[in-house]
């Protein structure tokens, strides 16, 4: 499974942004998808997560009413709309996939993810 994250990487707080992620080598409409973010001297931290059918998302506290996950099975793409952005946004994002999703569950923890996209860096300017 490769994927391939991508996107607009540079915005003024309040501004909007939306990162796209492409799938390939795998069957995508199976998987769990998620996107991470890491900022400079910080860990890895989940953004948000949606499951194989696209009807359920979680989202980290942090950006949970302004960034919305959504999935297009068919063309094997993922999509992070962010909005209302902050400085403390940015981060190189990454996304994932969970390959053994639970039935109904959205993974939050990183080590649930078994392929990482290269990442793109996201700013955020004040």
């Known amino acids: 499974v490769q994927l391939q994250a991508f996107g607009r990487g540079l915005a003024q707080a309040g501004g909007s942004l939306r990162l796209s992620c492409a799938a390939s080598g795998g069957t995508f409409s199976t998987y769990g998808m998620g996107w991470f973010r890491q900022a400079p001297g910080k860990e890895r931290e989940f953004v948000g997560g949606i499951n194989r059918s696209g009807g359920s998302a979680e989202y980290a506290i942090s950006v949970k009413g302004r960034f919305t996950i959504s999935r297009d099975n068919a063309n094997n793409m993922v999509y992070l709309q962010m909005n209302s952005l902050k400085p403390e946004d940015t981060a190189v994002y990454h996304c994932?996939?969970?390959?053994?999703?639970?039935?109904?569950?959205?993974?939050?923890?990183?080590?649930?993810?078994?392929?990482w996209g290269q990442g793109t860096l996201v700013t955020v300017s004040s």
């Open positions: 994932a996939a969970d390959i053994n999703p639970l039935y109904g569950v959205v993974s939050t923890m990183r080590s649930k993810y078994t392929y």
